[in-house]
């Protein structure tokens, strides 16, 4: 039996970090030197309190044995228990994880929940694998992290490359290891289930309904209409399609859209609905979509539009193609979808981004219902989770969007400002033990 090697951030000399985490720090540093955060919490929320690699072997279809390697990072839970997704991509590693934990610390505080943040998943490519072989490896993974989540301690949920199914095998290998009095009340261990397990109606939909929503107050608070509206989108997902879907119901139009795959534009308008069903039933491709044009992928961000949602993976705007951007808005769906060089150049032509930690919290709202909904032992339906979810999410808008114009700072400071203020409030009220 491979031996499962636990590691805590505070045993472990760390070499310097690139890329997304370099991001995360540069956004969180801006944010505590204008409030002036105190020395002492600034160290706190500059590193994470748990890494956890595993590394765990799964039998394959064929009889043979391989080994898989996975993460979750604890950031923070001074507000609450660590909640955060986890993540089947071949991208996945310490680095990302420490990076997307401590952006779920941010926005769980953003949106005043009792939650801190955590993130991690596995490094693999899950269309290398079988249903069966996606099943056991998600239940050997969760038998490996054991003690290290929990419905109190950490809650996972969905993200790139997991869904529903991921999080019910989750939730039931955990309550498994549960005493058999214990199973049932440990449903809430995860969030993001299927309906017919303890899911939340309306899950399916909230984080791509959330951008819509912030791209909505946005056009709200500018005096802009959304009707007839030019809006891309990259990656053509759970979060993609559902922010197209609605946006489309306001009257604006899809011209272009990416996946993994291809590119295609159509600047007379692409049905949502039929890009769906194409992409359905063409393998998870909109490759050769009869209702638009390729184009080449390098040129995305140049598609003449007026607002743009990355809703892929991080680091996708950049000092590169951040000059060609001809959308005025960018409603981050995707986490970490715009570097530090990119952004810059993106306020210096006066463009807004709605950043991720706000508009693409819908979700994590969601997953808080859910909780709520298996601790309480209640069901609520679709029309009672949206209007919660709709008044969440214009409380926080309303919040960053006010800070920003008060302090004259763009939205992504503004938000880190109140997020981090929450945090240190809870510091400065309970002391550092001992």
């Not at 949106?111 to 290398?128: E, M, T």
């Amino acid at each position: 039996m491979t031996a499962i090697t636990v590691e805590l951030n505070n045993k472990i000399k760390k070499a310097p970090v690139r890329g997304m985490m370099e991001n995360v720090m540069e956004q969180f540093n801006s944010a505590a030197d204008h409030i002036d955060l105190h020395p002492n919490i600034r160290k706190i929320l500059s590193i994470t309190n748990n890494e956890i690699i595993v590394h765990f072997p799964v039998k394959m279809d064929n009889g043979e044995v391989e080994i898989f390697t996975g993460y979750r990072v604890q950031h923070n839970n001074a507000l609450g228990p660590y909640k955060g997704g986890l993540r089947y991509h071949p991208t996945v590693d310490i680095d990302a994880a420490r990076a997307l934990a401590m952006w779920m610390t941010w926005k769980t505080s953003l949106a005043g929940l009792p939650y801190g943040g955590g993130k991690g998943g596995i490094q693999l490519d899950p269309s290398n694998y079988s249903q069966g072989e996606l099943e056991r490896i998600t239940r050997r993974f969760t038998y490996a992290l054991a003690d290290n989540i929990g419905p109190e301690h950490d809650i996972p949920a969905p993200d790139v490359n997991t869904n529903s199914q991921t999080m019910a095998w989750i939730a039931d290998t955990y309550m498994s290891t549960r005493p058999p009095a214990e199973r049932t009340a440990n449903q809430h261990v995860v969030t993001g289930k299927p309906e017919g397990s303890g899911g939340l109606e309306g899950r399916d939909r909230a984080t791509g309904y959330g951008v819509f929503l912030n791209i909505k107050f946005w056009a709200e608070r500018t005096n802009e209409a959304l009707y007839d509206k030019k809006f891309s989108v990259q990656g053509f997902g759970n979060v993609g399609y559902w922010a197209a879907y609605f946006l489309e119901k306001e009257g604006a139009k899809l011209v272009a859209a990416q996946d993994a795959f291809g590119s295609i534009e159509n600047q007379t308008g692409i049905s949502v609905e039929n890009l769906l069903n194409y992409n359905k039933a063409n393998n998870g491709s909109i490759v050769d979509f009869p209702e638009a044009s390729e184009i080449a992928k390098e040129s995305f961000f140049e598609t003449d539009c007026d607002i743009c949602i990355p809703a892929a993976l991080g680091n996708q705007i950049t000092k590169d193609n951040a000059p060609k951007i001809k959308a005025k808005l960018i409603a981050e769906g995707a986490n970490g979808p715009t570097n530090g060089d990119g952004e810059k150049i993106l306020l210096e032509r006066g463009i807004t981004v709605i950043p991720d930690i706000l508009c693409n919290s819908g979700g994590v709202v969601a997953s808080y219902f859910e909780w709520l909904q298996n601790r309480n032992g209640e069901l609520w339906q679709l029309d009672e989770v949206m209007a919660k979810l709709d008044k969440k999410m214009k409380e926080s808008f309303d919040k960053v969007f006010e800070y920003s114009e008060r302090e004259g700072m763009d939205m992504r400071t503004a938000a880190y400002c109140i997020a981090i203020r929450r945090i240190e409030k809870a510091y400065v009220q309970r002391g550092i033990f001992p």
